[in-house]
Each structure stands twice: as structure tokens, then as C-alpha cells.
């Protein structure tokens, strides 16, 4: 990614003006490999965003990238409850060996309910609920994310045509309304242990997600 360049003036569906700014970035050495990591900051809300990324991020070149939304249980602690760390490790490991890609890291725990309520959640679903009627038993709708600041982000890297790392049709749906040029979906399915069995079940029944094993 060359500092000065970016993708909005070359991306014909991209916002003019963006709604995050970039507040700082340096190189982060990882168990996986060598990132760079920046910090962004919505301009109309109180959200942040983490983005890890390498190589050259370039409009005319499809790019691996990811949106991942925060998830303390799985991400930091290993909770097997959900896939949700194996996919990030899985995301960093892919664009890794790509030698190019992005990773998105957006702080929307719990689908967007919070860590507190998350953890409510957690608490029904130990009685008997799934991840989908857990939420609507606290009065929250399934999924309150949000991805337009996230495409944004990308567009600030010097992105345009994206090769998106998700299962999720929903998120497909929002990027490309972001103006991104979606040129692929590259699964990203982990092998689910025995406690995420019916949580994954959920997502592919209830919540349409493209798995395509079978449990």
C-alpha cells in the first residue's frame, strides 16, 4: 500500500468523502507472520476499528480480505462455543501465504449486542436456547452489525475489487452495497468441535449462513 494512494478515486460505487479516518499504524510481528496494523476511528460515532493487512494493496488487484466482528470469548480466550477464532487465525494464515490481504476488525461483539449481554446470551443458550433465540428472549434482534465504515476502510487501504474470506450472505450483500467489487467468496469453514456443533447448525439453518457440512 503506497501512503498516499487509495482506492476511492478509482472505484466508481466509492464514497467521496469517508466517514472513519486512519489514527495510526505500525508493523506487528505475529505468530503467523509479519502485518501491519492501524487504527481507525469513525467520524460519526464513538466505534473504532482495527485493520491488520500486507503486502502491495492495489484497486486492480482482487484482494483476500475479511471483516471480523469482535468476539473476547473466541478471539482471546479459545471459546469453542463458536468458530470464531479458528476463522480469524484461518483469515491471517490465508492472506499470510497470499502474501497480500486485509483483515477488518470491528468492535461489534455479540453480533452487536455487547459483551454483557453476550454473555446473557451464553447463559440462555447453557438452558436450552440457540445463539438466535437467545438474543430475541433478551429483546435484541439477531444481528445489529453494521459494515459500511468497514468497506470504507478498505477503500482507505487502496482497495476496490475484494476476494471476501466469510460465510455470511448478509455481509456479502453490504459490502458490495458499499461499492466494493466483489470478485469472489472464499470460504472460510473450520471444523466446528462437539460444543459448537448446534451453534453452527443455527447459523446454517436460522441464520443462512453457506456452510457446507453437514452436522
Do not use: W
Request: net charge negative; proline share 4%.
Amino acid at each position: 500500500m503506497k501512503e498516499e494512494e487509495g482506492a476511492t478515486a478509482t472505484c466508481p460505487r466509492a464514497p467521496q468523502t469517508l466517514s472513519v479516518e486512519r489514527a495510526a499504524m505500525a508493523r506487528l510481528p505475529t505468530a503467523t507472520g509479519d502485518f501491519q496494523i492501524a487504527a481507525y476511528r469513525s467520524l460519526v460515532s464513538e466505534e473504532k476499528f482495527v485493520v491488520l493487512f500486507k503486502g502491495e494493496l492495489n484497486p486492480s488487484i482482487p484482494t483476500l480480505v475479511r471483516i471480523h466482528s469482535q468476539c473476547l470469548t473466541g478471539d482471546v480466550f479459545g471459546s469453542t462455543k463458536c468458530d470464531c477464532g479458528q476463522q480469524l487465525r484461518r483469515a491471517m494464515q490465508m492472506i499470510e501465504k497470499e502474501g497480500r490481504g486485509a483483515i477488518v476488525y470491528q468492535h461489534q461483539e455479540g453480533r452487536g449486542i455487547g459483551i454483557i449481554n453476550k454473555i446473557r446470551a451464553y447463559a440462555l443458550q447453557d438452558e436450552g436456547a440457540d445463539t438466535v433465540e437467545a438474543n430475541e428472549r433478551l429483546g435484541f434482534a439477531v444481528d445489529y452489525r453494521e459494515y459500511k465504515q468497514c468497506a470504507e476502510i478498505l477503500f482507505d487501504l487502496g482497495l476496490c475489487q475484494v476476494r471476501v474470506l466469510s460465510n455470511n450472505p448478509l455481509k456479502l450483500r453490504a459490502l458490495k452495497e458499499a461499492g466494493l467489487e466483489i470478485v469472489e467468496r472464499v470460504s472460510i469453514e473450520v471444523e466446528p468441535p462437539e460444543s459448537a456443533e448446534d451453534y453452527m447448525r443455527t447459523k446454517k439453518e436460522k441464520m443462512g449462513h453457506l456452510l457446507e457440512f453437514n452436522i
